[in-house]
Structures are given as C-alpha cells and as structure tokens.
C-alpha cells in the first residue's frame, strides 16, 4: 500500500517550458488536491476533485490546470511556467469529507529559471 | 469561507517543557480539527484530530482541546524531545465541505 505517490520529486523547468505533475494513490479516495507550498505561507490549496471527472478552482488557481480522468489520479499542468511558480507542491487524498483526514505525498520541488 | 488562523509562528522550548500551539477559526460550522507534524523535507502528517463533539482528546504526549463556543483549538505536547522540532499546522473543515483550510505553520525548535 503505497498511499500517495507524486511524481516527479524534483524538476528544473526554464520561464516559459511547461510540464505535467502526476499525483496517484491507491486507497480508493474520492477527494484529491494539489496545494503549493512557500516559505512563510503554509499550505495553499491550487485545486482540488470531488471526483472522477469533476475538478474545482482553490486559493491559487491561476497559472495552473488540473485534470482527473480517473479516480485514483490527479494531474497538475503549467502550461507556461514562471519563476513565481517555483515552490513545493503537495498532493493529498481523502474520503469525502466529515471527519475524514487527508494523505499526503511526498512532495515535488520545483525550481523554475 | 473559514480563515484559520495561528500562534504563535515560531516557538523555542527547552527539552522537557511543554508547548502549546493555537488555533482560532472564524466558520462556526466547522466541526473537524486535524494538526499535521511536518518534518524538515517532508510530508505533512496526521499526529492528532478532533471533532466538535469532544472537548479534548490525548495520545500520550499530545492532546488537542476545542473550545466550539470562542472557537479555538489548541495542541499541547509535554515533556517534548528534540525530534518533536518540526513545522505543525492546524486545520479546519466542515462535514459538508470540499476544502480543508490550514494555519499558516508553528515552526517548534526543541533546545536539548
């Protein structure tokens, strides 16, 4: 059970480049989100799914987009990126919410130049 | 939507004292309190919650009380240990909300 994975770990993108985040987890969650991380900030939410095929706009969702095209998978696309994009991006999974916690993965860092 | 807000950002504790980290919350509907432990490099994980309809609850050398009326919550860890230094965030969310709103971090350093 490996609970949520995110892929890749570390990435060094140019201004401009664009790339693709994969988030999966394997416990059967219907709730998936994406947050970022910045010094100072705390956790802030980019995205997040209700479910398969449903996603929502968060705190800070411009800049961003996000597709779940099945359950136990949540992507999260820069199309253009920007050195403000540069942080650390988290994903988490829970069951729809009601006392329920979230898991998160390990996380991705991402330096943009 | 909920703000959550939380003090102190940064704490400094002698090995052995306890530290209490707090948490105010603006949704009067919120009903479930998550804190997560996050460690230098790490992921954010689960260490204690609370629901509305418990005052307080402990798991050894953590405890959690809520006070729903002046909407707070507080985390206490005792007798604390060089390896509790980490970065703990609280959180806030509904039984019928999408979202989890979190605190900005308390940044606990353990001096031995």
């Known amino acids: 059970n490996a609970g949520v994975t995110q892929t890749p770990k570390f990435r060094v993108l140019k201004t401009g480049q664009s790339m693709t985040l994969l988030c999966a987890q394997d416990?059967?969650?219907?709730?998936m989100y994406w947050y970022r991380q910045d010094p100072g900030m705390g956790l802030r939410l980019i995205h997040y799914s209700v479910g398969e095929g449903t996603t929502a706009k968060g705190e800070v969702p411009d800049g961003y987009n996000v597709s779940r095209l099945k359950k136990q998978n949540f992507l999260l696309g820069l199309e253009s990126a920007a050195p403000s994009q540069t942080s650390v991006y988290f994903c988490a999974s829970s069951y729809p919410i009601g006392g329920q916690p979230q898991h998160f993965g390990d996380g991705t860092r991402l330096s943009i130049l | 939507g909920e703000n959550v807000e939380q003090h102190p950002s940064t704490l400094s504790v002698q090995e052995g004292d306890s530290a209490v980290i707090k948490c105010t919350y603006s949704d009067s509907a919120s009903n479930y309190f998550p804190w997560y432990k996050q460690e230098l490099g790490k992921r954010p994980q689960l260490i204690i919650d609370?629901?509305?309809?418990?005052g307080e609850k402990k798991d050894q050398r953590i405890a959690v009380t809520l006070n729903k009326t002046a909407k707070h919550f507080s985390l206490h860890i005792t007798e604390t240990q060089p390896e509790d230094s980490a970065v703990y965030f609280c959180?806030?969310?509904?039984?019928?909300?999408?979202?989890?709103?979190f605190g900005t971090g308390t940044s606990l350093t353990v001096i031995p």
């Open positions: 959180a806030a969310t509904t039984n019928t909300g999408n979202q989890f709103y």
């Open positions: 416990m059967n969650h219907e709730y």
């Open positions: 609370i629901r509305s309809n418990v």
